[in-house]
């Protein structure tokens, strides 16, 4: 499995999120996930490059044909982390919202 750096870097560009978004309904062949793209297809393929270093896919060739498929492994560690930063902002923010209720009640009672 890829690092977490390599993970995201996979989702910093529009193409691969395309191709992502692509893979996710099933395997496709190079050829099919350059179509939408208005770029040369030695340029297409650095972006499936950097997708396979991230863990995102993999690619086999059959004949003259090579084809792309989706691994989830990458999505499921990228959700891991994201789901340990949500734990730990909802920690601190449950402790700010509770700091400013004390706050705001002490001045309240001093108002009064």
Not at 1 to 14: E, K, R, V
Not at 30 to 54: D, I, Q, R, T, Y
Request: charged share 25%; hydrophobic share 45%; glycine share 8%.
């Amino acid at each position: 499995m890829a690092n977490l750096d390599s993970i995201f870097h996979g989702l910093a560009d529009p193409t691969r999120r395309a191709v992502i978004a692509r893979l996710a309904s099933g395997p496709a062949p190079v050829s099919e996930l350059a179509a939408p793209h208005a770029m040369a297809l030695p340029s297409f393929m650095k972006h499936l490059k950097v997708l396979e270093a991230g863990g995102w896919i993999e690619s086999g060739k059959r004949g003259r044909v090579r084809t792309c498929r989706l691994r989830p492994e990458a999505a499921k560690a990228a959700e891991g982390w994201l789901g340990q930063q949500r734990s730990l902002w909802e920690g601190r923010l449950d402790r700010l919202d509770a700091f400013l209720a004390t706050i705001n009640e002490k001045e309240h009672r001093n108002d009064i």
